[in-house]
Nanobody
Framework: QVQLVESGGGLVQAGGSLRLSCEAS????????MGWFRQAPGKERVFVAG????????TYADSVKGRFTISRDNAKNTMYLQMNSLKPEDTAVYYC?????????????????WGQGTQVTVSS
């Protein structure tokens, strides 16, 4: 069984930064791609960023390109999302998820384990 725990969310002013972390249990973390998704109130959960098993391949939603950076430390079973130049429209609950393969994809259907989420609120 895999458990994912997000942390690092909070309240920040527009233009500020936050770093989210996702710690995974289990010994298979390094074998799978990982991803970050977010869900704003009344909206669907959408892809934010994904990273391959080794960290060598990353992919981003157009809305966050150039502002967010996804990374991972397989020795610590942890994935990160550095968020800079935050905007009010980035306000959402952010979820980390483990992909079923070693390269990420944009749709949620290939992600088989999900964390509980962490709230990010960006004030204007």
């Amino acid at each position: 069984q895999v458990q994912l725990v997000e942390s690092g969310g909070g309240l920040v002013q527009a233009g500020g930064s936050l770093r989210l972390s996702c710690e995974a249990s289990g010994r298979t973390f390094s074998s799978y791609a990982m991803g970050w998704f977010r869900q704003a109130p009344g909206k669907e959960r959408v892809f934010v960023a994904g990273i391959s098993w080794s960290g060598g391949l990353t992919t981003y939603a157009d809305s966050v390109k150039g502002r967010f950076t996804i990374s991972r430390d397989n020795a610590k079973n942890t994935m990160y999302l550095q968020m800079n130049s935050l905007k009010p429209e980035d306000t959402a609950v952010y979820y980390c998820a483990r992909h079923s393969d070693y390269v990420p994809s944009n749709g949620p259907d290939r992600y088989d384990y999900w964390g509980q989420g962490t709230q990010v609120t960006v004030s204007s």
